[in-house]
């Protein structure tokens, strides 16, 4: 079993939170466990934006306004899986795209981007993809880089 194990959200822990870039271009709302742990990586990509994110079904996500002023980045040419930026401010608001071991289709929302919520008082679990070690799982304790 995985050092930090995954809580199963109940209907009292998912709530809807709002959120958006800096400049207020983009918004969207998800639907958040914000009692499950938050996401880390140590790679390349994570580590220089110190992103941390849930992952939730597209169908828990919504992007309320700002289409038009998101750009989106993908690490390999042809992959399905991109981060989307504000264009405006550069602010990562959320990743997206398909990974089988993930359940497929999902969302990455960045917790620095939520409204109201204070990401110091979340609980996190790290993952090693800098050294592709995904098998490893997540553990409490940071992977180094």
């Not at 079993?1 to 709530?15: G, R, Y």
Request: glycine share 10%; aromatic share 8%.
């Amino acid at each position: 079993m995985n050092e930090t194990a995954s809580k199963t959200p109940t209907a009292s822990t998912v709530k809807t939170y709002a959120g958006g870039c800096l400049c207020g271009a983009v918004r969207f709302e998800a639907e958040l466990d914000l009692a499950s742990p938050v996401g880390r990586c140590n790679c390349t990509i994570c580590t220089k934006l110190s992103s941390a994110g849930l992952i939730v079904k597209p169908s828990a996500f919504r992007l309320v306004s700002g289409e038009e002023s998101l750009s989106r980045f993908s690490a390999r040419a042809g992959s399905p899986n991109h981060r989307a930026f504000c264009k405006h401010c550069g602010v990562l608001c959320y990743g997206a795209g398909d990974v089988p071991e993930l359940g497929g289709a999902f969302r990455s929302v960045s917790v620095n981007c939520l409204e109201g919520v204070d990401p110091s008082k979340l609980t996190y679990q790290y993952w090693d993809g800098r050294h592709d070690n995904w098998a490893a799982g997540p553990r409490s304790t940071p992977w180094p880089v």
